[in-house]
């Protein structure tokens, strides 16, 4: 099946840092998505992007639909305690399911 | 508040025994979805309903079983429980589909088969 591949697998970083990930895939999305998944719990939607070139932004977050519409990425600025979890992309291609990355894993110490 | 509520959160099982995982939501949304994440592996998608009555296989339907009797109710059911069955299971809805498609995920089942 298609592959959306994340970078990197896992963070770990210094609290106050800016965090930066992306999402690659060889194939063209029409739908970019964020979610974070908190331990122990299901994932959230944090950013939808449904343009090539889009840029949104949710707080400190802020994601980009890739011009080439092979990619996004999600950028955390100044990171605080509560920003640990797992950041999982998603995209949809045409009329098929929803494709969901391996995730990033964020790790943050205070 | 609830949104999408699964049970048990945790479970046991011994080999070839089977189970049900509940899921219910009471956003009135018409999709459904069964996922299950593996460790580095991401979600991968096990069945999916578009509505009460009808259900379809995702990529990874072997070894279980759906009903959708209800909008409301979408179980998932394991007949002979094997190890590589041994993951974390997220019921999810959504109200559209496609593009505009957005999943509103349950907090898991954490299942373990030994």
């Known amino acids: 099946g298609q592959q959306l591949n994340q970078s990197p697998q896992s963070m770990f970083i210094q609290e106050g840092e800016d965090v930066s990930m992306n999402c690659t895939s060889s194939s063209i999305f029409n739908t970019w998505l964020w979610y974070k998944q908190d331990p122990g719990e299901g994932p959230v939607l944090l950013i939808a992007?449904?343009?090539?070139?889009e840029l949104t932004s949710n707080g400190r977050l802020t994601a980009q639909f890739g011009i080439t519409r092979k990619d996004s990425f999600l950028n955390i600025s100044a990171s605080i305690p509560s920003d640990v979890g797992i950041y999982f992309c998603a995209g949809h291609r045409g009329a098929q399911k929803l494709v969901f990355g391996q995730g990033t894993r964020l790790t943050i110490n205070p | 508040n609830a949104g999408v509520t699964q049970t048990p959160k945790f479970r046991i099982l011994k080999i070839g025994q089977s189970m049900t995982l509940q899921c219910t939501q009471d956003?009135?949304?018409?999709?459904m979805y069964w996922y299950r994440q593996d460790p580095g592996m991401g979600l991968k998608l096990i069945y999916y309903s578009v509505g009460a009555g009808i259900t379809d296989k995702g990529e990874v339907p072997n070894g279980y079983n759906v009903s959708r009797s209800t909008t409301e109710d979408f179980p998932l059911r394991l007949e002979l429980a094997a190890p590589s069955q041994t993951s974390v299971y997220f019921c999810?809805?959504?109200?559209?589909?496609?593009?505009?498609?957005?999943?509103?995920f349950g907090s898991g089942t954490q299942l373990s088969v030994l």
């Open positions: 956003m009135n949304h018409n999709y």
């Open positions: 992007l449904y343009k090539a070139g």
């Open positions: 999810a809805s959504s109200t559209q589909q496609g593009v505009n498609e957005k999943l509103f």
